[in-house]
């Protein structure tokens, strides 16, 4: 069982920036898969990106590759998600999640709403 937190989130003007954190409650070395999630009002819950193992295997999905990049840190148990290039499509409620496998996430935060004004 793990807790995740996330924080970060906010508003800001497209081309902006904003750095999302997903702090777990245990140590995450022994968690394969952490990801990020997001959920626009009226849209299905899509991934952002994911990230396995110590980081050598990383997905992102096609509307934020080149802006987005996951990292993790294992002595912090902590995700993050650097977004740059903000666009107001964006706007979305993001979520942490952790799992075994990329698409088997058990465990997921609250989330946190960000918003793109354009």
């Known amino acids: 069982q793990v807790q995740l937190v996330e924080s970060g989130g906010g508003l800001v003007q497209a081309g902006g920036s904003l750095r999302l954190s997903c702090a777990a409650s245990r140590s995450i070395f022994s968690i394969n898969t952490m990801g990020w999630y997001r959920q626009a009002p009226g849209q299905q819950r899509e991934l952002v990106a994911d990230i396995t193992g110590s980081g050598n295997y990383v997905n992102y999905a096609g509307s934020v590759k080149g802006r987005f990049t996951i990292s993790r840190d294992n002595a912090k148990n902590t995700v993050y998600l650097q977004m740059n290039s903000l666009k107001p499509e964006d706007t979305a409620v993001y979520y942490c999640?952790?799992?075994?496998?990329?698409?088997?996430?058990?465990?997921w935060g609250q989330g946190t709403q960000v918003t793109v004004s354009s």
């Open positions: 999640a952790a799992g075994s496998a990329p698409g088997r996430l058990s465990y």
